[in-house]
């Protein structure tokens, strides 16, 4: 049981930065692995990235790897979305998730997610 709070986005330049953090309360943190996904109006939610529960792995959709990094920090009970180069394609509103399983790219995995942070990337 835990509650996701997501902060970080905003309007950018094209071939800009942003970093989101998704900030989560209890004390359990640390035995979910954590996701990001994005949606677009009109569009399904679709996968980012995840970390699993340690940080030691990773995983990206194929269209932001070598862009994004995602990281966690136990310790605060936070996780993060490290976006550079950021593209127009990439404007969204993207959400944080917490997983118990190991299916990460899978929606369907995550039991709790935050509200949502607007991010705009203009041409």
């Known amino acids: 049981q835990v509650q996701l709070v997501e902060s970080g986005g905003g309007l950018v330049q094209a071939g800009g930065s942003l970093r989101l953090s998704c900030a989560a309360s209890?004390?359990?943190?640390?035995?979910?692995?954590m996701g990001w996904f994005r949606q677009a109006p009109g569009n399904e939610r679709e996968f980012v990235a995840a970390?699993?529960?340690?940080?030691?792995?990773?995983y990206y959709t194929g269209s932001v790897k070598g862009r994004f990094t995602i990281s966690r920090d136990n310790a605060k009970n936070t996780v993060y979305l490290q976006m550079n180069s950021l593209k127009p394609e990439d404007t969204a509103v993207y959400y944080c998730?917490?997983?118990?399983?190991?299916?990460?790219?899978?929606?369907?995995?995550?039991?709790?997610w935050g509200q949502g942070t607007q991010v705009t990337v203009s041409s």
């Open positions: 998730a917490a997983s118990p399983g190991v299916h990460l790219i899978a929606a369907t995995t995550y039991l709790y």
């Open positions: 209890g004390r359990t943190f640390s035995s979910y692995a």
């Open positions: 970390i699993n529960r340690t940080g030691g792995s990773t």
